[in-house]
């Protein structure tokens, strides 16, 4: 057990150094490079489980730092608590599905969230639209969270085409975030993924990400969104090949 511990801590530094990049410089999405990369090494349920204490901490702050720019409760509501509710429908299905079934579903999301960014990276919604697909939107996303760790190719691609204010972006993702991991953590505990090992990884995997945010919010001054982007995608592409081929052919 301690030979296998210290074989991971390397991937979960990486893990935790791409995922707080990402997250210091757009203000969310840690999950998103954190999980595949973590997984690629691991299993999807272990690095699940792991994250999801850290997706709960990290958004806290920024959530109440932004609070006043959030959209209405209405909205609020129906997106968080379908994610709530998605994430636990997810979780049953992280517990029940084989690991390489699961890590080829990750994959396949991720490439799919990397094919929309790049083909529809102009696709809008109006407030009235996004009020009305509010809940199924946040029930899918939950759903994906749940079973594979990534909300991102349905929360985060449905509250971009809402072209949102950076602020009211970010306190709106938070909440979704903290209410959704919180529905999930329940769940994890049920299904006996999550235990006290795994929990102070993820206290661990928090204070890793808070660290490595500084350098995210400095990149993000220093390269133009669209480059960053770029290579966030190309990487996220990388990772995704890396799991398939490792799946299908290994």
């Known amino acids: 057990m301690t030979h296998i511990d210290l074989a991971l801590v390397l991937p979960a530094l990486l893990a935790c150094f791409l995922g707080g990049v ?10 998103v490079i954190g999980v595949p990369v973590l997984a690629a090494l691991t299993n999807v349920q272990f690095a699940v489980a792991v994250f999801v204490t850290s997706n709960v901490l990290t958004n806290v702050k920024q959530a109440w730092e932004y609070r006043k720019a959030q959209l ?21 299905l992280l517990a029940g599905l084989p690991s390489d079934t699961l890590s080829i579903a ?12 790049i083909f529809k990276a102009d696709w809008m ?10 809940g199924p939107i946040g029930f899918l996303g939950g759903a994906l969270q749940g079973a594979t760790g990534i909300s991102a190719p349905a929360s985060i691609t449905f509250l971009n085409a809402l072209k949102l204010p950076r602020s009211t972006f970010i306190a709106t993702i938070s909440v979704f975030f903290i209410v959704m991991s919180i529905g999930q953590i329940e769940q994890l505990i049920v299904v006996g993924l ?3 090992y795994r929990f102070f990884l993820g206290l661990g995997v928090t204070v890793a990400i808070s660290l ?39």
């Open 72 to 92: 209405p409760w209405p909205f609020m509501v129906l997106f968080a608590g379908g994610g709530a509710l998605g994430a636990i429908a997810g979780t049953f």
């Open 22 to 31: 990402l997250k210091g410089a757009t203000g969310a999405g840690a999950p």
């Open 194 to 196: 999550l235990d006290w």
């Open 212 to 250: 490595f945010m500084p350098l995210g919010n400095y990149l993000a001054r220093h390269l133009s969104k669209e480059t960053f982007d770029k290579i966030m995608l190309g990487l996220l592409t990388l990772i995704a090949a890396k799991i398939l081929v490792q799946e299908l052919f290994f």
């Open 106 to 117: 990750m994959a396949t999301v991720v490439l799919g969230y990397v094919g929309f960014r």
């Open 125 to 134: 919604l109006s407030y009235a639209a996004g009020l009305r697909l509010s």
